[in-house]
């Protein structure tokens, strides 16, 4: 009997899509000056501490990188009053996602995620064969109660992105306070706060509180977003030491490397370039929010650096519009949101140039 090459859960898997790089666009289209706004990327370019600091080690590439980012983790542990061994590095917190789904899930086991959120989560547990129960968004938001409710004796992992990609909406302290205090210790619940350094609502959750606590909690945050440093890959997640020890044994050896550690180490000190990401993602949000009631568009109030636009009708062909102007959204059918787009809030000139291609596209 012939045997199959490739398992069937992994014949099953639908590759994650990014937003359209602006090389695809120019080359696609025949365009210059072509604006990005379609994967929540800083719009300030990366942090010019990073850059510094990068430039210097540059020569240092021959050698292998620190594999247990000894100084990146130090830092961060100081910083987050945190013990180092209650941190772990990856390559951006992709990595760190599908590591938790190797260390923690079987055949056998059930992984919770919701149904209009990061696909990332759901593409981790199909790789390594476990099973997946979705949970709708309730008015754009998780529906922690619903998740709860979920749960069945083969649930060992949950989800939680807060704030919510691509919707913009969060869960607050006493929501996540009450869901996990409802749910059994045995299931790891892992919270993506890759937005973490734009939020300014009071009620959002301390969690790494449950971390101190030692519950089976881990948090991940990124250096891609505030920092700047997408294009380096650079993430990292905070468990108690039990659960991080456990995902060291899966991860991939030297999966950051070393101009990624340097760059983020540096960039931690770059406060005058984060404060000025989010003084330029407030105004950003509140022009972009003035301008799409102008235009009569329905959006979702976000926290984060990017906003959910919601049309009566399949919005694909404004899409197209838009990038024929040089303009990158993100349409998000893949995400079961058929009817909605994705705008990153740049700076007030790429926010401006989004409005008036978007007025033009319209008419």
């Known amino acids: 009997m012939k045997r199959e090459l490739v398992p069937e859960h992994i014949k099953k898997v639908i590759p994650y899509l990014p937003g359209k ?17 379609a994967s929540n990327e800083n ?22 990188p620190d594999d247990g980012v000894y100084y990146l983790r130090q830092k961060l542990a100081s910083i987050l009053n945190l013990s180092m061994d209650q941190l772990i590095i990856g390559n951006g917190t992709t990595d760190i996602l599908g590591d938790i789904a190797r ?12 149904d209009q959120t990061f696909l990332v989560y759901r593409l981790a547990v199909q790789a390594v064969n476990g099973n997946l129960i979705t949970v709708p968004l309730k008015n754009y938001t998780y529906d922690l109660p619903a ?31 009450r869901f996990l205090n409802s749910i059994p210790e045995h299931i790891v619940v892992a919270v993506d706060e890759a937005y973490y350094e734009y939020i300014e609502d009071p009620s959002y959750p301390d969690s790494l509180k449950y971390v101190r606590e030692g519950r089976p909690v881990i948090v991940l945050r990124t250096f891609s977003k505030i920092f700047g440093l997408a294009g380096l890959r650079i993430g990292y997640a905070m468990a108690n030491e039990e659960l991080i020890r456990y995902i060291i044994k899966v991860k991939c050896l030297f999966n950051t490397s070393h101009l990624a550690q340097v760059g983020a180490m ?12 989010k003084r330029v993602n407030r105004e ?39 990038l024929r102007k040089g303009v990158i959204i993100r349409p998000l059918k893949k995400w079961n949101l058929p009817q909605e787009l994705r705008v990153t809030i740049g700076t007030y000139q790429q926010n401006l140039r989004f409005i008036k291609a978007l007025k033009e596209s319209l008419e």
């Open 21 to 37: 790089p602006l090389s695809e666009v120019e080359r696609e289209l025949g365009l210059k000056d072509v604006v990005k706004l």
């Open 43 to 64: 719009p300030l370019g990366p942090s010019p501490l990073a850059v510094e600091a990068i430039s210097k080690h540059i020569n240092e590439v021959n050698f292998y």
């Open 103 to 114: 260390t923690f899930l079987g055949p056998e086991d059930y992984a919770i995620v919701a």
């Open 147 to 177: 998740m709860a409710k979920a749960i069945t004796p083969h649930t060992k992992l949950i989800y939680i992105a807060n704030p919510n990609n691509p919707t913009g909406k969060m869960v607050t302290g006493e929501q996540l306070d």
């Open 266 to 277: 540096a960039a931690l000190d770059d406060h005058e370039f984060i404060n000025e990401g």
């Open 284 to 322: 950003g949000y509140q022009f972009l929010a003035e301008e799409l009631n102008k235009l009569k568009i329905k959006f979702i109030p976000s926290v984060g650096n990017f906003i959910l636009l919601i049309f009566q009708e399949d919005p694909y062909k404004l899409y197209e519009k838009l």
